[in-house]
Structures are given as structure tokens and as C-alpha cells.
């Protein structure tokens, strides 16, 4: 299965910190674009816990900095780059940020995060938790697909943007 990439090129979220929260699920894995609803608040580790989607309009989006947690024998955690952004997952029992979406906020997410037949807009849908391919706006987090034939440049080990992941430019139009 393939690993969605997210480039939040032009969101509020950067600029406002209460648009930003921390999670954790015991799990679950979570791909930076998924989404979910914020759960249960546990106050000793200061996160929620994600929930399925049942709030159409209180929707949080995965994204966290790329980066390979390594573990050395004595338990010790350390943080790398990593070339390949499709090679990264905000992995079960490991704390990850997530986002609120707002509207005017514009994201470039690859093919992978958006299921269904390419359409006008992508929505969130309850119970799923990729973006939703749909032909008209709903009552909820709704965005406006811009470009349907975008790409992310990916970088190989010796070259450079060598590689293009299809993606889709959107743009928020409804929380």
C-alpha cells in the first residue's frame, strides 16, 4: 500500500498554534493526510486520541515533519531525515501532530490520499479516513480540487526530484 505525502503549501495552521494539536493512538498507524475527529483528551500525556469521522465539521488532518525514528539496543530514540516522504508513517503508540483545516488553506496531497473517481471537490465522509472524492460541496470540511494533474517532486539517494508522485492541488471551501 502506498504511503500518502502531504505538502500543506498554504494553511492557517502554520500561523496559528491553537489550529494545532498532538495524538496518540496505541493502534493505528496514521499517513500525514489522513483525518479524523479529536477523541478522548488524556490529560497525563496531553494528547486526544483520533476518532472515526462522525463530526463532519470538527476534523483534524495528520502532519507531522518526515522524519525515521531509530531505536539503538539501550532504548535510546533518534530522529533522521528521510529522502523519500511515501517511506513515512506517524507510527502506533508514538505521539504525531494533526491539523485543523480551515477554509482558504491550500494542500498538495498525493493520489493516495483522495479515494474514488476524480471529481470537483474532495470531503470528508463519515467512517473514512482518507478525503472522498464528490462531485458538488457538503455540509463539512469540503476543498475545491485546483489542479487534478499536480505532482510532488521526490528525491532519490543520488538525485534530486528524480522521481513525481501524482498529486492533486486543493483548496479549502467549507469547514
Not at 515533519?65 to 531505536?71: A, G, H, L, Q, R
Not at 511515501?86 to 477554509?103: D, E, H, L
Request: hydrophobic residues 40%; negative net charge.
Amino acid at each position: 500500500m502506498a504511503k500518502i505525502v502531504l505538502i500543506p503549501s498554504l494553511v492557517a495552521a502554520k500561523n496559528i498554534d491553537s489550529l494545532n494539536q498532538s495524538f496518540l493512538d496505541a493502534s493505528n498507524d496514521y499517513d500525514n493526510g489522513m483525518v479524523f475527529n479529536a477523541g478522548a483528551y488524556d490529560s497525563a500525556t496531553q494528547t486526544y486520541t483520533p476518532a472515526a469521522i462522525s463530526d463532519l465539521h470538527n476534523v483534524y488532518m495528520a502532519f507531522s515533519p518526515e522524519d525515521t525514528i531509530i531505536t539503538d539496543s539501550m532504548g535510546n530514540e533518534y530522529k533522521i531525515g528521510i529522502n523519500d516522504p511515501r517511506n513515512f508513517t506517524n507510527v502506533k503508540g508514538k505521539v504525531f501532530s494533526a491539523y485543523r483545516p480551515q477554509v482558504g488553506d491550500k494542500i498538495l496531497i498525493s493520489a493516495e490520499g483522495i479515494e474514488g473517481t476524480a471529481d470537483d471537490y474532495a470531503v470528508v465522509a463519515a467512517g473514512e479516513s482518507k478525503l472522498q472524492y464528490a462531485n458538488a460541496a457538503v455540509s463539512g470540511v469540503t476543498y475545491k480540487v485546483l489542479d487534478d494533474s499536480a505532482y510532488i517532486s521526490i528525491g532519490g539517494a543520488t538525485n534530486i526530484g528524480s522521481q513525481r508522485v501524482a498529486a492533486v492541488l486543493l483548496e479549502c471551501v467549507a469547514i
